[in-house]
Nanobody, 112 residues
Framework: QVQLVESGGGLVQPGGSLRLSCAAS????????MDWYRQAPGKEREWVAS???????VYADSVKGRFTISGDNAKKTVYLQMNGLKPEDTAVYYC??????WGQGTQVTVSS
């Protein structure tokens, strides 16, 4: 079994910051090649960011310049640093690794 355990979500004011973590265990040797998704109430799941096998990041236009994805293979953990948060960022955030492994999700709420 492969497990992805997420943490770091919470309530933050607009303009604030949060760092999400996704700790991997089981038959995973590296965390490069992982993704972050989010899903707001009543909406479909949306891709947010990916980290490639060489550590290169790719971002959705909605978060580019505000979010940063990174990975630590020694800790088997992938991170999502979120700065300049907006109410539109409110969602449950999920990490994912191919072929189809998902974390349990962590709630992020941006509100004043």
């Amino acid at each position: 079994q492969v497990q992805l355990v997420e943490s770091g979500g919470g309530l933050v004011q607009p303009g604030g910051s949060l760092r999400l973590s996704c700790a991997a265990s089981g038959s995973i040797f590296v965390v490069t090649g992982m993704d972050w998704y989010r899903q707001a109430p009543g909406k479909e799941r949306e891709w947010v960011a990916s980290i490639g096998t060489y550590g290169n990041p790719v971002y959705a236009d909605s978060v580019k310049g505000r979010f940063t994805i990174s990975g630590d293979n020694a800790k088997k953990t992938v991170y999502l640093q979120m700065n300049g948060l907006k109410p539109e960022d409110t969602a449950v955030y999920y990490c994912k690794k191919d072929p189809n492994y998902w974390g349990q999700g962590t709630q992020v709420t941006v509100s004043s």
